[in-house]
């Protein structure tokens, strides 16, 4: 992997990661585009690759949302029972993904992580969110914050962010649509998800390196590695503070079209033979 193909990558995970457009069916669309899938074992590596590189965005929100984070921590500690409530629900809503996602790794990257899986999760996406935007702006602006949030309404967001285990789904998406749809301000429902990742992401950043960091530096080295890092952490800062922002004034619906546009035109190079999947 060359130095401009990690940057690129790293640019890519940082700008889409946080927004409901799904960042694992991006990267693995440009990783094609660049041909970085020639075989399958390379293909593996790549695939760790896009998800060590997810360790960069995690930074972005830690810097962020510094101050949510200490909070919680003081919470951990004993000294700020908001925090704690608010860590003890983020628990709760990680809980399904830390018991689907080591079962379903192998599964997901056999029989999913190819071109037309990719393809359906962004246009079946793409109309979960028209729909959602639309019964949006039919009911209003919700009114809940994050110390509304109980339990039962943690673990349901938490069961459907497992969905987006599927590359191209997007977790963004199943964690502030299901939020908005029980009521949650659009501020509200954005930095759940992004708090919510810190835990998801770090879980299968983690996993990802002991199971195939190995493998993935012995086919790209160190540096391109760190390069994509960095890119991931200062794009993903820059995505975040304008994504709260446009959500609030334009909603989900351009973000919709934007996924259905992404998967016609994928569904168009699949058929007409520009990318493929790499044989097992």
Not at 29 to 37: H, M, Q
Not at 95 to 124: H, K, M, Q, R
Not at 166 to 182: C, E, F, N, Q, Y
Not at 188 to 199: D, V
Request: with cysteine; net charge neutral.
């Amino acid at each position: 992997m060359s130095w401009w193909q990690a940057l690129v990558l790293g640019i890519i995970e940082g700008v889409t990661e946080y927004l409901p457009v799904s960042s694992t069916g991006h990267l693995i669309l440009t990783s094609w585009i660049l041909g970085l899938g020639e075989d399958p074992a390379r293909w593996s590596a790549v695939f760790t690759f896009e998800i060590v590189i997810q360790a960069g965005a995690i930074a972005a929100v830690l810097i962020l949302y510094r101050q949510r984070v200490a909070q919680m921590l003081a919470g951990l500690a004993g000294r700020n029972p908001e925090g704690r409530r608010l860590l003890v629900h983020l628990a709760i809503a990680f809980a399904p993904a830390a018991v689907l996602g080591p079962l379903l790794d192998d599964a997901i990257e056999g029989y999913l992580n190819g071109p037309w899986p990719v393809t359906f999760a962004l246009f079946a996406g793409g109309l979960l969110m028209l729909w959602a935007a639309a019964r949006q702006r039919r009911r209003g602006e919700g009114d809940l914050d994050l110390p509304d949030l109980d339990g039962k309404t943690a673990l349901t967001i938490g069961l459907c962010q497992c969905v987006a285990m599927w590359p191209g789904t997007s977790r963004s998406m199943m964690t502030i649509v299901p939020a908005l749809l029980l009521g949650f301000s659009t501020a509200a429902a954005a930095e759940f998800s992004f708090l919510l990742g810190l835990l998801t992401l770090s879980a299968a950043t983690g996993y990802k390196f002991v199971t195939g960091g190995g493998a993935m530096f012995d086919s790209f080295g160190f540096s391109p590695v760190l390069l994509g890092f960095l890119a991931a952490t200062i794009s993903a800062a820059l995505a975040v503070k304008w994504f709260v922002a446009f959500l609030t004034r334009r909603g989900l619906a351009p973000f919709a079209w934007y996924r259905l546009v992404v998967a016609a035109l994928l569904a168009l190079g699949v058929l007409l033979g520009w990318w493929s999947m790499p044989a097992s």
